[in-house]
């Protein structure tokens, strides 16, 4: 089965700036949702778009999913060094499997 | 409400040796998945339980199996270790089937098979 691919790999930005990070799929999808995995907290669900929405937003972060070209995007605003983590998208495969893309990985730096 | 839970949190074990990891829901959550992560792989998915029926297969080998309890507590057996098998393996639980709802993930088992 495919795995989502994720851009950038890696993002290093000072505290305050934004960060944005993008998935792609090749698959229809029902939703696309997106995961941060650090250290302290191991993996933790921050947001689920369907595929009838196009952006959705939870506190600082804001999501976009255009269907149309098999992307999304998560936008990270006002980063903190508390962001720092790896972040993944994640969407369901024809045939009921959960797939979570590569991952980028994000350094913020105060 | 307590977060899942997965014991061991480490495991060390010989290659041809077998294991099994266990994993607890948060309660009232129905629907246990397993996922593998490595470093070279990424997160892949393993399969998903629900109402103690097995609903979906990642690509896997027989050598990894999975049940699920009345009580939606959920095990992973790998049988004849392999060294690729090493990784994190993760759990997660959520209140409905079919894995388009939020996962809650646990902390994962850390396998080293030497």
């Known amino acids: 089965s495919q795995q989502g691919e994720e851009d950038p790999q890696a993002l290093s930005i000072q505290e305050g700036e934004n960060a944005t990070m993008n998935c792609s799929y090749k698959?229809?999808?029902?939703?696309l949702q997106w995961y941060r995995q650090n250290s302290g907290r191991g993996l933790v669900h921050l947001i689920l778009i369907r595929s009838n929405e196009r952006e959705k937003h939870s506190g600082r972060l804001r999501v976009t999913l255009d269907t149309s070209k098999k992307s999304s995007s998560l936008l990270i605003t006002a980063s903190r060094a508390a962001d720092t983590a790896s972040y993944f998208c994640a969407f369901m495969e024809y045939g009921n499997k959960l797939v979570f893309g590569a991952g980028t990985i994000l350094r913020v730096k105060s | 409400k307590a977060g899942v839970t997965q014991t061991p949190r480490y495991l060390i074990k010989t290659r041809g040796q077998q294991v099994t990891l266990s994993c607890s829901p948060i309660?009232?959550?129905?629907?246990v998945s397993w996922y593998q992560q490595t470093p070279g792989q990424g997160l892949q998915f393993l399969f998903e339980?629900?109402?103690?029926?097995?609903?979906n297969k990642g690509n896997f080998p027989g050598r990894f199996s999975g049940r699920q309890f009345s009580n939606s507590r959920s095990e992973m057996n790998v049988s004849t270790l392999e060294l690729g098998d090493s990784a994190l393996y993760l759990c997660?639980?959520?209140?409905?089937?079919?894995?388009?709802?939020?996962?809650?993930f646990g902390p994962g088992t850390r396998l080293t098979v030497t």
């Open positions: 309660s009232g959550h129905r629907s």
């Open positions: 339980y629900f109402s103690e029926t097995q609903r």
């Open positions: 698959t229809s999808i029902n939703n």
């Open positions: 997660a639980s959520s209140l409905g089937a079919g894995l388009s709802y939020e996962q809650y």
